[in-house]
Antibody, heavy 117, light 112 residues
Framework: EVQLVQSGPEVKKPGESLKISCKASGYTFTTYWIGWVRQMPGKGLEWMAIISPVDSDTRYSPSFQGQVTVSADKSTRTAYLEWNSLKTSDSAFYFC??????????WGHGTLVTVSS | QSVLTQPPSVSGAPGQRVTISCTGSSSNIGAGYDVHWYQQLSGTAPKLLISRNTNRPSGVPDRFSGSKSGASASLVITGLQAEDEADYYCQSYDSSLRGSYVFGTGTKVTVL
């Protein structure tokens, strides 16, 4: 069974750094890219980035380029989403999802990030 | 700001048929890129509902169906059930945004 298990909720202050994770199991990790999707409170889904676990090739949405960094460690089957300096506007749910061709076929349960002073 | 437009809400009584539209443009759906649909039940992660315009992944009831024509796509739920109350999103690829994956604005389905 394909599973993507995300790290737990985070509460941070503006300006702090953060790295959240997404651990994959149940399939060959290097066969599929991993995507990240943001959902702000009460809002829709926004694609952020995708990463290849094979060579860490990444593609970012223009809206998120330079704002976040995605990475992956194939030895631990884990993908990461990272911020260097959080803003209050980064408060949202963040989902990882397995990316095949142009779709996202399996999703993590989401990580809630709250940024507040 | 999403480039795929959906109606904010649709509703229907149990057993009825509802249709959700997803309107794109010549750089995404109209360019021939596939449309996928996701269902998000309240408080949960999205789930792939329809892949590649018309295909139902294993386990998805056959009351859900998808279609695509020109620069638009549609999701139809026939025989609406209470458990279908959720948010629905279309998704495609857009070649004009330096190659971006795009989601629709989302549609809330309410079962009356």
């Amino acid at each position: 069974e394909v599973q993507l298990v995300q790290s737990g909720p985070e509460v941070k202050k503006p300006g702090e750094s953060l790295k959240i994770s997404c651990k994959a199991s149940g399939y060959t990790f290097t066969t599929y890219w991993i995507g990240w999707v943001r959902q702000m409170p009460g809002k829709g889904l926004e694609w952020m980035a995708i990463i290849s676990p094979v060579d860490s090739d990444t593609r970012y949405s223009p809206s998120f380029q330079g704002q976040v960094t995605v990475s992956a460690d194939k030895s631990t089957r884990t993908a990461y989403l990272e911020w260097n300096s959080l803003k209050t506007s980064d408060s949202a749910f963040y989902f990882c999802a397995r990316h095949g061709e142009t779709l996202f076929d399996h999703w993590g349960h989401g990580t809630l990030v709250t940024v507040s002073s | 700001q999403s480039v795929l437009t959906q109606p904010p809400s649709v509703s229907g009584a149990p057993g009825q048929r509802v249709t959700i539209s997803c309107t794109g443009s010549s750089s995404n759906i109209g360019a021939g890129y596939d449309v996928h649909w996701y269902q998000q039940l309240s408080g949960t992660a999205p789930k792939l509902l329809i892949s590649r315009n018309t295909n139902r992944p294993s386990g998805v009831p056959d009351r859900f169906s998808g279609s695509k024509s020109g620069a638009s796509a549609s999701l139809v739920i026939t025989g609406l059930q209470a458990e279908d109350e959720a948010d629905y999103y279309c998704q495609s690829y857009d070649s004009s945004l330096r190659g971006s994956y795009v989601f629709g604005t989302g549609t809330k389905v309410t079962v009356l």
